[in-house]
């Protein structure tokens, strides 16, 4: 079992620019939830999905968008990057209270 | 929403010191209070968690305990090692059915002197 994996693990976008990020779940699980950790924070969450539909959201503006497969994998999209979007993404997949996370997109907005 | 402080935001022991991080959460409805390790560019990893109807959950040298009436719980280190040199995260989750949301807290640097 691979576990949660996310990709790519960096990726340098321009100010403007619009990025996807992708995250495979761990096996079994069924919900993915994204989160974004600006250096020496905690993990924010952005948003979960579940059955393909967004079932929460935090407080993240619209140019943050998301959509689940019916693989489960799930793809995490922004737009109109901002220089303080900079920051590692993580993905973390879930099942009946089990809980796991992927290694992290790191995003660098120049 | 749910709002979670962590205290403090570093902590240096040295090696074979106990180490307490401690925080509190805001909304009563909590009933899932995971700890995480974070390494420098790594994923964070579960280290141990506690359900609102248990009061203290040990495993090995590690421990949390959970006070809901004043609604803070606590990680307990003992006899560290500098591999236990980290970030730590508390963190809180209204837990049932599809949701799975998780409130962090800012983290505590742990460093270990040998």
């Known amino acids: 079992d691979a576990g949660v994996t996310q990709s790519p693990t960096h990726l340098i976008k321009t100010r403007g620019q619009q990025v996807t990020l992708r995250c495979s779940p761990k096996s079994g699980h069924d919900t993915v939830s994204w989160y974004q950790q600006a250096l020496g924070q905690g993990p924010q969450f952005i948003f979960q999905?579940?059955?393909?539909?967004?079932?929460q959201r935090g407080n993240f503006p619209d140019r943050f968008s998301g959509h689940q497969f019916p693989n489960y994998s799930s793809e995490l999209n922004v737009n109109a990057l901002l220089l303080g979007d900079s920051a590692l993404y993580l993905c973390?997949?879930?099942?009946?209270?089990?809980?796991?996370f992927g290694q992290g997109t790191r995003l660098t907005v120049v | 929403g749910e709002n979670v402080e962590q205290h403090p935001s570093t902590l240096s022991v040295q090696e074979g010191d106990s180490a307490v991080i401690k925080c509190t959460y805001s909304?009563?409805?909590?009933?899932?209070f995971p700890w995480y390790k974070q390494e420098l560019g790594k994923r964070p990893q579960l280290i141990i968690d506690?359900?609102?109807?248990?009061g203290e959950k040990k495993d090995q040298r590690i421990a949390v305990t959970l006070n809901k009436t004043a609604k803070h719980f606590s990680l307990h280190i003992t006899e560290t090692q500098p591999e236990d040199s980290a970030v730590y995260f508390c963190?809180?989750?209204?837990?049932?059915?599809?949701?799975?949301?998780?409130?962090f807290g800012k983290g505590t640097l742990l460093t270990v002197n040998p």
């Open positions: 999905y579940y059955e393909e539909e967004e079932r």
């Open positions: 973390a997949s879930s099942f009946s209270g089990d809980r796991a």
């Open positions: 963190a809180a989750v209204v837990s049932g059915g599809s949701n799975y949301k998780l409130t």
């Open positions: 506690i359900r609102s109807n248990v």
């Open positions: 909304d009563s409805a909590s009933n899932y």
